[in-house]
């Protein structure tokens, strides 16, 4: 069915004198933006020059990139690419790679591991509970300015009712009770 090198999943990806790339594993033309796709997912690819059989996989994936930094999703700051085109032809150049290599490795880890502490940190934690009392304090202030259609706005004969004043004096205590609870929560956090 695929045509993978030396079963390690592989996929090759020839790629024709007239530009087009054509997947061997799912017999069918793609485009760069398969395999940037195929690159988000973790898929390993080459990509073969069709004619030369040479492995053209670098010069495809800085295509790549060129292509998402011209859609205005740069990424790569003007100072970091000064930088790199310096290291050209420095004593330094072959370190250069494995170091960018080593580096993107460590952002990757770091990452994933900051993603599962945030959501492991709003998930049951104090943050969780922190951000209930928070919606359940705006949905009861929220409630406070609302108007009541209870009937007690009107009293017979189509007057006026007088204001309730001692039920929303009581809500304006709670919420401030509320609010000074989680201000002292929000200090012993950040003790």
């Known amino acids: 069915m695929a045509k993978s090198s030396g079963g390690s999943g592989t996929v090759i990806i020839k790629k024709y004198a007239n530009r087009r790339l054509y997947n061997t594993e799912t017999s069918s033309y793609i485009t760069l933006d398969h395999l940037a796709h195929m690159t988000r997912e973790g898929r390993d690819f080459k990509v073969i020059d069709a004619k030369s059989e040479e492995d053209i996989t670098h010069n495809v994936l800085t295509q790549i990139i060129m292509e998402e930094e011209n859609r205005g999703q740069t990424m790569l700051p003007v100072n970091f ?80 009712a007088a204001p309730a004043a001692a039920p929303r004096d009581d809500e304006v205590a709670a919420l401030k009770a509320q609010l000074a609870g989680l201000q002292a929560q929000i200090d012993k956090l950040s003790n």
Request: aromatic share 10%.
């Open 81 to 160: 690419l000064r930088q790199l085109i310096s290291m050209y032809g420095d004593s330094m150049q072959s370190m250069v790679p494995q170091y960018l290599e080593a580096s993107m490795d460590a952002f990757r880890r770091n990452q994933t591991q900051f993603r599962q502490a945030m959501e492991g940190a709003f998930a049951g934690g104090p943050f969780a509970e922190l951000a209930k009392r928070n919606m359940d304090m705006f949905e009861a202030a929220a409630s406070a300015f609302r108007p009541k259609n209870n009937g007690a706005t009107e009293a017979a004969g189509g007057q006026p």
